[in-house]
Every structure is written in structure tokens, then in C-alpha cells.
């Protein structure tokens, strides 16, 4: 079977082989795909650029019995900007690292795939802070994925007078209901982001803004979330945090 969609290559892998590439990609009608591209790595092959990892791409793929090649590759955008700072860089792989992990196999993924490319975009542009960009892109893949967290009221007596969030729970809290427990402190500015993150419409969800401290703090809130209800950790995270 042949089919043509578009494709942000998430991972590539050139320990194959003597001149072909493994690439894991999220295409728009499929997810995540594993493909080969034969003979990515001669200096004629043309779909050799187009395949290397952060390049959004139109691909035309055969789906065999157990794996996916690729037999032509068109570059729709490269994300220069990105690959040229370091800091930049290391966020945009731990961007493709949880998408790999969050994002769908084998059905459509337009919403991941458009999260994607966009946090990329503001990567690239340098208009919003790097807490703001990955905070997005964390909660909403997770929200996308099931582990949408409860930031309407406390979970414990209902009130609106919240001053924490529980990264186990996934839900807010007021200070009376948690005594002792596993919570976060958040303001109402990191509440009111967090509200923001995971209701607004998609154009919008990248549209707000917070005090640099205050939003790293919140950042971190998010990101604790993250890790408690994956329970794993990411390498490319780490290596983020090595830097910044
Ligand atoms: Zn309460």
C-alpha cells in the first residue's frame, strides 16, 4: 500500500546499514511511524535531507507487513533557527522525545502534529519565553493523550479559593485540603495559565503570558505533572536542563 501525508521526522537513526537511515516520524494520517529511507546517506540521495531529524516533510510511503519505507521525501520546512542554538535545540528534541511516547500510532495525529510544528515555529521566531513554549506543548500532548488535569476547583471540599496542584492527583487544591499531601504551590496567574493551557482554542493556546519567575515556577509545575503521571523520565529533558 502507498500513501502520501506530511511528516515531522521526530528521530533518526544512521546506525543501519551502510548507507540507508531509520527514521521515526509523526505524520498527520498515521501517527507515529517507523520507516527506512534506502540510501538516506549518499550525497546524491535527495530524500536525504528531507529525512534528517526536525525537517517537516511530504512523504510518500509503502506500508509493508511490518514496516514502513520511504520512497520519496519532499522538505516542506526546516527548522534552522532551531538547530543553531543549543538551548533551542535540546528543547525541540525533548518536543519530538514526548511525542514519540504521547502521539498515536496508526491513526491520525493533524492535532499533535500542528502542536508540534508550532511550538517549533516559536522556537524559531524567539517572541515567547522557552518556559511558556514547552509548558504548551507538555500539557496540551498530555491532555490529548488522557491525562487531562481537573484546574476547575479544589478537589477535596469544591471551593475556588486554590492555591495548589497535586502532580500525582492532577488536581487543584485549597490550602485546607492539602495538609500534608503532594502539593505544588501555584498563583493565581499560574492557575489562571494553566486554565488557559488546557481550554483554549488551539489558535489561541500558545497566547498568554506571565512574569518571567512567575512562569518558571509554573513551567516546572507542569513539567512535575508530566513526569509523575508518566512515570519515566526523558534523557532529552535532562540534557535540557544540563544547559539551561
Ligand atoms: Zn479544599
Known amino acids: 500500500m502507498k500513501l502520501t501525508t506530511d ?5 533518526e537513526n544512521n546506525a543501519v546499514g551502510e548507507s540507508d537511515r531509520f527514521v521515526t516520524a509523526l505524520t498527520r494520517s498515521n501517527g507515529i511511524v517507523q520507516a527506512s529511507v534506502r540510501g538516506a546517506r549518499n550525497i546524491k540521495n535527495r530524500n536525504g535531507s528531507a529525512t534528517q531529524l526536525l525537517c517537516y516533510s511530504r512523504l510518500s510511503l509503502y506500508k509493508g507487513r511490518e514496516k514502513y519505507i520511504v520512497d520519496d521525501a519532499e522538505p516542506l520546512q526546516v527548522f534552522f533557527e532551531v538547530r543553531g542554538q543549543l538551548d533551542k535545540l535540546a528543547l525541540a528534541q525533548y518536543f519530538c522525545e514526548l511525542a514519540g511516547v504521547l502521539a498515536p500510532r496508526e491513526e491520525e495525529a493533524e492535532t499533535e502534529l500542528r502542536l508540534l510544528l508550532n511550538g517549533l515555529h516559536y522556537l524559531s521566531e524567539g517572541t515567547r519565553p522557552l518556559w511558556l513554549i514547552k509548558a504548551v506543548v507538555e500539557l496540551r500532548l498530555l491532555c490529548r493523550a488522557g491525562y487531562m488535569p481537573a484546574v476547575e476547583y479544589c478537589a477535596g471540599c469544591g471551593c475556588v479559593d486554590v492555591d495548589g496542584f497535586s502532580p500525582s492527583k492532577g488536581v487543584l487544591l485549597c490550602s485546607r485540603c492539602s495538609q500534608g499531601g503532594d502539593v505544588l504551590p501555584l498563583t493565581p ?31 516546572n509545575v507542569v513539567e512535575r505533572f508530566l513526569l509523575t503521571q508518566l512515570n519515566r523520565s526523558f534523557q532529552t529533558l535532562e540534557f535540557y536542563h544540563s544547559l539551561v
Open 7 to 11: 511528516a515531522l521526522i521526530i528521530r
Open 189 to 219: 496567574n499560574g492557575l489562571a495559565a494553566f486554565r488557559h493551557i488546557v481550554y483554549a482554542p488551539f489558535e489561541k493556546c500558545f497566547a498568554f503570558s506571565l512574569p518571567e519567575a512567575e512562569g518558571q515556577a509554573f513551567g
